[in-house]
């Protein structure tokens, strides 16, 4: 992988020095190697760090077409690149390396933008065409790498991380108040950020800039029309040929791959895959807590022993959860809900250490085969859907881990009919984000509630969408199942607890459960089928059953997590989040002082609630020390 920093102006000569600063912030990216290009008018400038995974030697940076007039800056992993590099050299095209990402001028220069549909991985990439004076900024399909921009004066300035962008002042590093708004809502809307211009470029977009215009396309979508002819031994079969594929295409490098690993069927599944395909022993890298409610070490233990995998473990311990924190915020910038950042984090690093560079990580699996307990209670609740099994109150209850199920204005206090009107569905995860931001939303301030007083958060995330039609005959799970992906999904697991937390410490998370072939395959398998005998993940469970132990395989799902903040005198990460929220909340306006004071205080005696509440308060709580960690690191007014 690779960090990129690049600059574009219409009128004015790019400042050489900021391209060579932007690069040196995102060596961590890419410890092995730099280059960048000026065009020879002075007006565009692009580079990039490298983290060699394929073809090792130096390469000339960044990569370009053979008269050099394409030239293009990648943070990619191109799976399918020897077949579109078979099919270039048959039409005449000569490559200088052995790199997967040579092939993206060549195709650009031979089938034009629209060349990105041929792609299967992972990538981000910022192009310009010399010729044409056209610029196209590029990003995967769900969002796994990540791409900004800035736009300061004359100049549109391109970056794989936010730090970047705020540390070298290309913004005026001021909070957005429209984004903090909805984030004490609901989640961050579809591609947007905490921070006043600073923009990203959407999962599956192009963002193309001629003649002085931008324009943002989608590429491609998610399409959950269901194809009702598949045969249940048919699609387990067909799950299982294109699990195995996305898996060891993703083996494939010029370095060892190794895999993380938890107590899971994902993560196990792709070690029993990867174990079975590869021509060597696989490393596995599992994580071990103090608090055994979410330690899972033993599970992993046995699971490596099964695939004859070297498992090495790193324990984390509560001062190493407290010695990461603000690092891992300032590093993600983005308010952490818990910790679980921190602790990817220290698995990414501990693999590091091992002399590990590339991984295959679980995320996706429960996005593409309905993991979340949320899709049985929609598929229950849903007649269309025609399942075998219904939930009682109380059953719904004890899924969601004893959060209020109670779907009213209470958690939603604005215009919920519009919301409804444009959905036809409230989805499940609304209700959990919705419990978890109450706390939250009664801390900001007065002025900042008036200032937003006429605004709906809830109408602005669904606008952000860009929906139109695109709902039309979906389920009530497909539709909870989109908007997840849309939003949270991009915006929080795969940014602070996937790419930022990992690259942080120069590795690379590959996802096969991602493969945009797979996804589209069960895409099209009936919500019925997924969630056979009210059993989560079913299909995956069925498909890889061979490659995983009878425990993993009959094991109820377990979300990875961290260890919960307990809020109690004697814990050293509660005394550090409530001493780092006390020392700064005078620096951000757009919470009440008191207030802040009064959650605190009333924290105090959380011995004696319900764990839900508790969950919301540790939720709360982080969340705002995360705040006051990114305003006092980075100056924001």
């Not at 099994?389 to 519009?418: H, M, T, Y």
């Not at 919500?527 to 094991?555: C, N, Q, S």
Request: hydrophobic share 40%; glycine share 6%; aromatic share 12%.
């Amino acid at each position: 992988m690779c960090g990129l920093f690049g600059c574009f102006s219409r009128s004015k000569p790019v400042n050489e020095e900021i391209i060579k600063n932007g690069l040196s912030s995102l060596s961590h990216r890419g410890p092995d190697q730099k280059g960048y290009w000026i065009s020879p008018d002075g007006k565009v400038g692009i580079g990039q760090t490298r983290l060699s995974i394929n073809d090792l030697s130096d390469i000339k940076l960044p990569l370009s077409n053979t008269d050099g007039s394409i030239q293009v800056i990648t943070n990619a992993e191109i799976y399918n690149f020897a077949e579109l590099k078979k099919d270039l050299e048959l039409k005449g095209y000569q490559f200088k390396t052995t790199c997967d990402v040579e092939v993206i001028p060549h195709l650009y220069e031979e089938y034009g933008i629209n060349f990105i549909n041929r792609l299967r991985g992972e990538f981000a990439f910022v192009l310009w065409d010399n010729k044409r004076k056209a610029l196209f900024a590029v990003r995967d399909r769900f969002g796994i790498k990540p791409l900004y921009y800035a736009i300061q004066g004359d100049f549109i300035f391109f970056s794989s991380e936010i730090p970047v962008l705020l540390d070298l002042k290309i913004t005026n590093n001021r909070w957005n108040y429209e984004t903090v708004y909805d984030y004490t809502h609901l989640s961050l809307p579809y591609s947007k950020n905490l921070f006043q211009g600073i923009h990203e470029v959407a999962p599956a977009s192009v963002l193309s800039i001629k003649q002085g215009e931008r324009n943002m396309q989608s590429y491609w979508d998610i399409n959950y029309h269901s194809d009702n002819q598949f045969n249940y031994e048919d699609a387990i079969a067909l799950i299982r040929q294109k699990l195995v594929e996305a898996t060891t295409i993703r083996m494939k490098a010029d370095i060892s791959v190794g895999c993380y690993l938890s107590g899971g069927i994902d993560s196990s599944a792709l070690l029993g895959i990867a174990s079975k395909y590869s021509n060597m022993q696989m490393d596995a890298f599992t994580i071990a807590f103090g608090d055994e409610r979410v330690n899972e070490s033993d599970i992993s233990e046995r699971t490596a022993k099964h695939t004859n995998a070297k498992l090495h473990t790193v324990f984390v311990s509560e001062d190493d959860m407290v010695n990461n924190f603000e690092k891992v915020v300032k590093q993600t910038c983005f308010p952490m809900p818990n910790t679980a950042g921190v602790a990817r984090y220290l698995l990414s690093k501990f693999a590091r250490e091992k002399g590990c560079k590339a991984v295959l990580s679980g995320e996706g699996a429960d996005e593409v085969f309905l993991g979340y307990f949320g899709a049985m209670i929609e598929a229950s609740e849903d007649n269309s859907i025609n399942t075998s099994f219904k939930l009682s109150e109380s059953e719904k209850q004890k899924l969601l881990g004893q959060l209020p199920l109670n779907r009213s204005d209470k958690f939603f206090p604005k215009a919920l009919a519009e919301f409804r009107s444009s959905l036809n569905h409230i989805p499940s995860w609304f209700t959990t984000q919705g419990y978890f931001n109450a706390k939250h939303r009664n801390i900001l301030s007065d002025s900042i509630k008036e200032k937003f007083s006429l605004y709906n958060p809830y109408v602005n995330f669904v606008n952000s969408l860009n929906i139109q039609n695109k709902l039309e005959n979906f389920d009530n799970v497909q539709i909870s199942s989109y908007t997840w992906i849309k939003s949270f999904f991009p915006n929080t697991m795969l940014n602070w607890i996937g790419d930022r937390a990992e690259m942080a410490n120069s590795i690379e998370s590959r996802q096969p459960f991602l493969d945009h072939e797979l996804f589209d395959l069960v895409a099209k398998i009936p919500t019925i089928m997924k969630l056979k005998g009210g059993i989560e993940k079913h299909l995956l469970r069925e498909a890889v059953k061979p490659f995983v132990t009878d425990e993993i395989y009959k094991r109820k799902k377990f979300m990875f997590q961290a260890p919960p903040l307990k809020i109690m005198p004697q814990n050293k990460l509660y005394q550090f989040i409530k001493s780092t929220i006390i020392d700064g909340i005078d620096n951000i306006p757009f919470y009440d002082k008191q207030k802040v004071f009064a959650l605190i205080g009333y924290a105090k005696e959380a011995k004696d609630l319900p764990i839900s509440e508790k969950a919301e308060l540790s939720y709360t709580l982080t969340s705002l020390a995360s705040m006051v960690i990114l305003s006092d690191h980075y100056k924001l007014t």
